[in-house]
């Protein structure tokens, strides 16, 4: 019933920028936290940020001043702004969100993720 998609991965230059979108569509009655993970081959899928329902931002130690995430409830998106982005950037990035139903009942969803390949 809810489907998130990204889009805006591909290959950026180090000290390039990126910007990654994800879009929830479906039966959406409100959606609380909106997060972005990585994951690499081999290693575990870690949080990069986070954005609760009231904008609170959350990032990993690895991007902070770097990554910006924001949100437009209103369009039900939300963005991963990656500024200098580097090598060990390179990650298959996914969207994750919690979404309540008109039913007040909470609901985990993911993206399919985007390639995001950091390279020279």
């Known amino acids: 019933q809810v489907r998130l998609v990204e889009s805006g991965g591909g290959l950026v230059q180090p000290g390039g920028s990126l910007r990654l979108s994800c879009a929830a569509s479906?039966?959406?009655?409100?959606?609380?936290?909106m997060d972005w993970y990585r994951q690499v081959p081999g290693k575990e899928r870690e949080l990069v940020a986070l954005?609760?329902?009231?904008?609170?931002?959350n990032y990993a130690d690895s991007v902070k001043g770097r990554f910006t995430v924001s949100r437009d409830n209103a369009k039900n998106m939300v963005y991963l702004q990656m500024n200098s982005p580097k090598p060990e950037d390179t990650a298959v990035y996914y969207c994750?969100?919690?979404?309540?139903?008109?039913?007040?009942?909470?609901?985990?969803?993911w993206g399919q993720g985007t390639q995001v390949t950091v390279s020279s």
């Open positions: 994750h969100a919690i979404i309540v139903s008109s039913t007040a009942k909470r609901y985990q969803y």
């Open positions: 954005i609760t329902s009231g904008g609170t931002t």
């Open positions: 479906g039966r959406i009655f409100n959606i609380n936290d």
